[in-house]
């Protein structure tokens, strides 16, 4: 009998030194495999060229508006080729017209609201340049790409009955570039008011359908393309 019981017994601590045996290797190979999983895995150069997007320079240069342009050719009218050397105080009342040279070509308005100006370019070469007044917190000027729709000499707001001379239309609602008392501190209903003698000369200048552009910050110098959507 006690033989017997001797040998179960034997039995019993093989059976747990084997299930121990087994656990301690269960817990060997889950410590491996987590080792494995918690190390990085670099890719090769090449891999990691080919995962890299190509830099895109349209993206990288620093367009003028809006997010739906279309951006044109480097060679285009667009592309600036001159700016106006401008050596006076460029304050409100300020503006300055030389088109002297400068071959025949589409115009393009540049309105940046942020530095108060506004840019005349024919074929991709500033011509003029002035100080300008713009929207109050009442009647903002809207930003964006404008075709003028209409030209008056002498034109005077149905809505606030006063005269807009030289008035060339951007917006059914009234936004207009127009002549006006250009001064420091002074605003407008949303229209761009600039100085009354330069107006009359863009409006001789200018034709129905060219754009305007306008701005609140974009700043655009020699080499860059004008977006006109």
Wanted: aromatic fraction near 6%; hydrophobic fraction near 45%; charge should be negative.
């Amino acid at each position: 009998m006690n033989s017997r019981i001797a040998q179960i017994g034997m039995r019993v601590s093989k059976t747990i030194l084997v299930v121990a045996g087994l656990a301690v290797l269960f817990l060997v190979i889950m410590g491996v495999v987590r080792a494995v999983a918690a190390t990085p895995t670099v890719p090769s150069i090449a891999a990691q060229s080919a995962t890299l997007p190509a830099p895109n320079p349209a993206t990288e240069s620093q367009n003028l508006e809006p997010d739906n342009a279309v951006q044109m050719e480097p060679d285009s009218p667009f592309a600036i080729k001159r700016v106006l050397q401008i050596d006076e105080p460029f304050v409100h009342g300020y503006y300055k017209w030389d088109d002297e040279g400068v071959p025949d070509g589409e115009i393009i308005i540049t309105v940046d609201l942020k530095a108060e100006s506004l840019s005349v370019f024919r074929g991709g070469y500033e011509i003029g340049a002035t100080v300008i007044k713009f929207g109050d917190a009442l009647k903002p000027t809207p930003t964006g790409v404008f075709p003028i729709t209409q030209k008056n000499a002498d034109h005077v707001s149905n809505i606030y009955d006063a005269p807009m001379p030289y008035m060339m239309r951007l917006t059914n609602d009234g936004i207009a570039i127009h002549g006006a008392e250009v001064k420091y501190g002074y605003g407008t209903r949303g229209c761009i008011g600039v100085p009354t003698e330069f107006a009359r000369i863009l409006f001789e200048q200018v034709k129905l359908g060219d754009r305007v552009i306008v701005t609140n910050g974009k700043m655009i110098g020699m080499g860059d393309t004008i977006i006109a959507g």
